[in-house]
C-alpha cells in the first residue's frame, strides 16, 4: 500500500533526518531482529528517508554510527533490546530512539514484573507461579495442570513447554530451570489465540493466530504454512472492543510509547486473559502488528513512518 501524495508531505521531514536502524544484536533472538531491521530499513529507503543499520555485536563500530544518526529505529528484539538496557544507555547519551523508555521495557521483558503490574492494573490474566532451582519440584508439582512454562524473559516463544503431567515433564523442567535459572509457570487457558496491537494511542484490529501446532511456538511462529492469520479475528464487535481496551490499558498502563503488542487468550466464555506484552513486537511486512496495520488501512512503510514521527515529535527535536 503505497503512500498517498497528502501522507508524502505529512512525513516529507523525516527525509532530512539520518536513521541508525538497529538489528541483530547478541540474543537468542539475532535472526528475527536482523530480519526486522532489513525490511524496515528497506521501507524507510523506499520513501526517500535516509536509513542506514547498525549492529550492537559489532562493538567497534556501534557507538560511532549510532552518533552519526539524528535518531536510530530500534529493531532489537530479545535481551539488549526489549529489556531496557539499551534504552537506558541512549537515555543517559540523550541519543533520541523510537519505541518506549528504558523502564517501561523493563517491566514488559520480564514476565513476573509484567504480571504483577497486569494484577495492580486489574488485567485479567491467567494464574502463575515463578519456579526456581530450590522451589521447582515442590511448586511445580502443586501448580494444577495443564500449565505452560515459560523463560521469564526472551520472546518468539523459545524455551515455553507444556505440562500435562508434572512427572512426566519433571526431567525437562529440572533442565530448564538449569538452563535459565527461574521460569515462570502459568495456567493453560484453553480458547482463541489473539493479539492486539497498538500504534501510539491508535487501536489496531484484533488478529487471531491460528496454528497447527498445540499452540503458537516457535516453529509454528517462524515456519511458512504452519500458522494461519485471521485479521481481524472473526469475535463479535463487543469483544473486540474489549480486548482492545485491555490492551490500551496495559499499553498506558506500563508506560508504553510508539507501538506494542499484547497477546491475549480468549477463553469458551469469551473471557480475555492477558498472556504478554512486546514492547518492540516483529517488524517483517508478514509479522503480527504490520498485518493489523494493513486491516486499518496502514501500509508497512506508512507504519514504520509514524513510529519514526511518534519519537521526533515526543523527544522534542
Avoid at 75 to 102: K, V
Avoid at 226 to 232: A, D, L
Avoid at 269 to 284: A, D, R
Wanted: proline letters at 5%; one cysteine or more; glycine letters at 8%.
Amino acid at each position: 500500500m503505497s503512500l498517498s501524495l497528502l501522507k508524502k508531505k505529512e512525513f516529507a521531514f523525516l527525509e532530512r533526518l539520518k536513521v541508525g536502524v538497529v538489528r541483530g544484536g547478541l540474543s537468542a533472538e539475532r535472526r528475527i531482529s536482523l530480519r526486522s531491521g532489513r525490511a524496515v530499513t528497506r521501507a524507510l529507503k523506499r520513501v526517500g528517508v535516509r536509513a542506514f543499520p547498525i549492529d550492537p555485536a559489532d562493538r567497534r563500530t556501534f557507538s560511532k554510527k549510532c552518533r552519526a544518526a539524528d535518531i536510530l529505529f530500534i529493531a532489537l528484539h530479545g535481551n539488549g533490546g526489549e529489556d531496557g538496557s539499551i534504552q537506558q544507555i541512549l537515555e543517559r547519551q540523550r541519543i533520541r530512539f523510537t519505541g518506549s523508555p528504558a523502564v517501561a521495557c523493563r517491566k514488559s521483558f520480564d514476565k513476573s514484573i509484567s504480571k504483577h503490574y497486569f494484577e495492580k492494573l486489574g488485567i485479567p490474566t491467567p494464574e502463575y507461579a515463578v519456579i526456581d532451582k530450590k522451589n521447582w519440584r515442590k511448586a511445580g508439582a502443586a501448580f494444577p495442570t495443564p500449565y505452560f512454562a515459560k523463560p521469564l524473559d526472551g520472546g518468539s516463544s523459545q524455551g515455553v513447554f507444556l505440562v500435562e503431567d508434572f512427572q512426566g515433564s519433571a526431567e525437562k523442567l529440572r533442565r530448564s530451570i538449569q538452563r535459565f535459572g527461574r521460569l515462570l509457570i502459568e495456567r493453560r487457558i484453553v480458547g482463541r489465540e489473539l493479539t492486539a496491537g497498538l500504534l501510539g494511542d491508535l487501536k489496531l484490529p484484533v488478529v487471531e493466530v491460528k496454528p497447527s501446532r498445540p499452540f503458537y511456538d516457535y516453529k509454528a511462529k517462524y515456519t511458512k504454512g504452519m500458522t494461519t492469520y485471521e485479521v481481524p479475528a472473526k469475535i463479535p464487535a463487543k469483544v473486540a472492543k474489549n480486548i482492545q481496551a485491555i490492551a490500551y490499558r496495559v499499553y498506558r498502563g506500563l508506560g508504553l510509547k510508539g507501538f506494542s503488542r499484547v497477546d491475549v487468550m480468549l477463553d469458551s466464555k469469551n473471557q480475555p486473559y492477558v498472556l504478554e506484552v512486546n514492547s518492540i513486537p516483529g517488524l517483517t511486512e508478514f509479522s503480527l502488528l504490520p498485518k493489523a496495520a494493513r486491516a486499518r488501512g496502514i501500509g508497512f512503510e506508512e507504519l514504520c513512518l509514524r513510529v519514526l514521527k511518534e519519537a521526533f515529535e515526543r523527544k522534542g527535536m
